[in-house]
């Protein structure tokens, strides 16, 4: 649990990546994985601290890379291992029943929710492993709607705390609350079928 609080502040995650020295990328890249797998502390915090430490590119091949990797381990998991414990506990905690998955569900419509922040990560990448639906499917439409959150949230740390651009922060901010507000009228107007919600949501 104190891992976790330390987690959720930027400056200090940073300070604790660069303390590995050359294995600092790797380090970086498996608290991607498994913030993908078991998001207990924020992708934003992780992925902005990636854009301090290591630069835009490295920091977005980092987050991007390790957000998919633990985005294909959670739907491995939830696909082989546990998957009525997983069901249950979704709909038990999030209100999601992924029993009731629309079976018009495809590639497209996960990158969509990959894009805007529709649903839950975790339900997104357990639905899909649950649901059967093929695993290469499932790769290339993560690996799409992946790359603009990777983008904004590397891109700001590297505005707020290394070029001091304040002007780009306020840009990247303004895009990342206009695509919260945007996926929030969609699920509100039911605009996009994924996943229905379980009884007495």
Known sequence: ????????????????MRNFGMWAPLIAFILFTLQAAFPVFPYIILA??????????????LAWSGALAGACLAYWISRYVASDW????VKDRLGYDLTQID?????????LVR???????????????????????FFFSSAIGKIPTAVLYTGLGI??????DVKMAIIIIAAIAMTAL???????????SFIKPGKGE
Not at 1 to 16: C, G, N, P, V
Not at 48 to 61: E, R
Not at 86 to 89: A, F, G, K, R, T
Not at 115 to 137: D, E, R
């Open 48 to 61: 902005s601290a990636g854009g301090i430490l290591f630069g835009f590119k490295t920091g977005f091949l």
């Open 159 to 164: 505005c707020l705390f290394n070029t001091h």
């Open 86 to 89: 997983v069901i249950e506990q």
């Open 103 to 111: 079976n018009r569900m495809a590639f497209w419509t996960i990158v």
């Open 1 to 16: 649990m104190e891992m976790i609080a330390t987690f959720k502040d930027m400056a200090t995650i940073t300070s604790y």
């Open 182 to 192: 945007l996926a929030h009228f969609l699920k509100k107007e039911g605009k996009i």
């Open 115 to 137: 894009v805007l922040p529709i649903f839950p990560t975790p339900v997104i990448n357990v639905a899909a492993g649950v649901s059967g639906m093929p695993f290469w499917s």
